[in-house]
C-alpha cells in the first residue's frame, strides 16, 4: 500500500504563484509520478508528470506556467504553479503506478482576487 499526501494549496491571487507537494510514504526513486488537476463541473486532466529519470512532461492549458520536480531523498514530488490564473482553481492530486494505480487525497487550489 502506498500513501501519497498532498500539500501547498490554497487560495492566491490571479498572477501569484502555488508550490504544491506530494510525499509518498515509501520510496519513489524508480517510479514515474503524476500531477492532474480536476475543476468545478470539468473532467480530470493531467498536468504534468516527471519520469524515473526525473524527465517532465506537461499538458493542458498550464503548460508554460508548471515546473514539475522531485526530490527522491524525500520521497516528494513538487508541482511550482506560476502566472495562475482563475482557470486554474481545481482540486489537484499526486498519482502514480505501483503494480495498481494510487492517488492522494488532493490539495485544494483556488485563484480568485
Known amino acids: 500500500q502506498v500513501q501519497l499526501v498532498e500539500s501547498g494549496g490554497g487560495l492566491v491571487q490571479p498572477g501569484g504563484s502555488l508550490r504544491l507537494s506530494c510525499e509518498a510514504s515509501?520510496?519513489?526513486?524508480?517510479?514515474?509520478m503524476s500531477w492532474s488537476r480536476r475543476a468545478p463541473g470539468k473532467q480530470r486532466e493531467l498536468v504534468a508528470r516527471?519520469?524515473?529519470?526525473?524527465?517532465?512532461y506537461y499538458q493542458g492549458s498550464l503548460k508554460g506556467r508548471v515546473t514539475i520536480s522531485r526530490d527522491n531523498a524525500k520521497n516528494t514530488v513538487y508541482l511550482q504553479m506560476n502566472s495562475l490564473k482563475p482557470e486554474d482553481t481545481a482540486v489537484y492530486y499526486c498519482h502514480t503506478i505501483w503494480g495498481q494505480e494510487y492517488w492522494g487525497q488532493g490539495t485544494q487550489v483556488t485563484v480568485s482576487s
Open positions: 515509501t520510496s519513489i526513486d524508480l517510479y514515474e
Open positions: 516527471i519520469s524515473s529519470g526525473s524527465s517532465p
